[in-house]
């Protein structure tokens, strides 16, 4: 059984930073595209970032281009999200998902993940 366990999430102020983390079990994800997306309260889920089973290639949102880095441990499972300059309106829940077919770009995987979500991490950025 998939299971995502999303980590890191936090209340910071304007300008802070946070790490998220997102460890994968059930089976290997090493060849997998993963990814993040967030949902704020009365909105729909929106892909934020995704890399590419090597870590060689990324893909971001343009509301968080520059401020955030995707990032990957193939040998834990593992995809990362650092957060710096945080904002207000990146205030949400966080949560991980991975591509449904190996070896593919992290170009259009909003639409490619899987239906098996975790129970996310709470970000939230005070003014």
């Known amino acids: 059984q998939v299971q995502l366990v999303e980590s890191g999430g936090g209340l910071v102020q304007t300008g802070g930073s946070l790490r998220l983390s997102c460890a994968a079990s059930?089976?290997?994800?090493?060849?997998?595209?993963m990814g993040w997306f967030r949902q704020a309260p009365g909105k729909e889920r929106e892909f934020v970032a995704a890399?590419?089973?090597?870590?060689?290639?990324?893909n971001y949102a343009d509301s968080v281009k520059g401020r955030f880095t995707i990032s990957r441990d193939n040998t834990k499972n593992t995809v990362y999200l650092q957060m710096n300059s945080l904002k207000p309106e990146d205030t949400a829940v966080y949560y991980c998902?991975?591509?449904?077919?190996?070896?593919?770009?992290?170009?259009?995987?909003?639409?490619?993940?899987?239906?098996?979500w975790g129970q996310g991490t709470q970000v939230t950025v005070s003014s």
């Open positions: 998902n991975t591509d449904t077919s190996p070896f593919r770009t992290p170009f259009g995987f909003a639409t490619r993940v899987n239906d098996y």
């Open positions: 890399i590419n089973w090597s870590g060689g290639s990324t």
């Open positions: 059930g089976r290997s994800f090493r060849n997998y595209a």
